[in-house]
């Protein structure tokens, strides 16, 4: 049973840095691509990051470039977002999710989510 | 950058009709396009993928259809559990970028 388990989220200050973690049970993040989506409150759906299953194929929204940072453990099956100089537009649900097709196109398992506020 | 247009932004109908949701991309993704269905408080769940394959578990009454830039998500007959928000997504091809629609709020009528 596929399961992924978001963390690491929180209340944090304009400018600050926050890492999330999302962490796999039932599924090897070596074999998939890992995706975070993020959801602001009340709004739709925005794709962030990827990390395919080689682990050296990052990509990246270009509104997160340069501030964010897509990554993971393959010995603790679990894929990090790295998020800097974070801002009032990045307050949102973020969410991991396996990427599946080609090129991890689709989002076949997600987890539950985790909340981040940027707010002074 | 593709877009993806979802119309209608509301659709309001009663349980046992049926829903026919539109999504228009910007330029052709071929058939990559996937559909997804939230509910309040949840994650996302795949229901259709490459256009018209159903994911894994997901009722029959739930079909995908199209290829290009028009796409259609049909519920044959709606169950009270399908009143949901509903988003289309696509991948486009190099440098990867994936997009979401807006999204269409199918409300009981």
């Known amino acids: 049973q596929v399961q992924l388990v978001e963390s690491g989220g929180g209340v944090v200050q304009p400018g600050r840095s926050l890492t999330l973690s999302c962490a796999a049970s039932?599924?090897?993040?070596?074999?998939?691509?890992v995706h975070w989506v993020r959801q602001a409150p009340g709004k739709g759906l925005e794709w962030v990051a990827v990390i395919w299953s080689d682990g050296n194929n990052k990509f990246y929204l270009d509104s997160v470039k340069g501030r964010f940072t897509i990554s993971r453990d393959t010995s603790k099956n679990t894929v990090y977002l790295q998020m800097n100089s974070l801002g009032a537009e990045d307050t949102a649900v973020y969410y991991c999710?396996?990427?599946?097709?080609?090129?991890?196109?689709?989002?076949?398992?997600w987890g539950q989510g985790t909340l981040v506020t940027v707010s002074s | 950058e593709i877009v993806l247009t979802q119309s209608p932004a509301t659709l309001s109908l009663s349980p046992g009709e049926r829903a026919t949701l539109s999504c228009r991309a910007s330029q052709s993704v071929t058939s990559y396009l996937a559909w997804y269905q939230q509910k309040r408080g949840q994650a996302p769940r795949l229901l259709i993928y490459d256009a018209s394959n159903r994911a894994t578990g997901i009722p029959a009454r739930f079909s995908g259809s199209g290829s290009g830039t028009d796409f259609t998500l049909t519920i044959s007959t709606l169950e009270p559990e399908d009143f949901a928000v509903y988003y289309c997504q696509q991948r486009n091809n190099w440098p990867p970028e994936y997009t979401f629609g807006q999204g269409t709020k199918l409300e009981i009528k």
């Open positions: 039932g599924l090897t993040f070596s074999a998939y691509g």
């Open positions: 999710a396996r990427g599946s097709g080609y090129r991890y196109g689709y989002f076949d398992y």
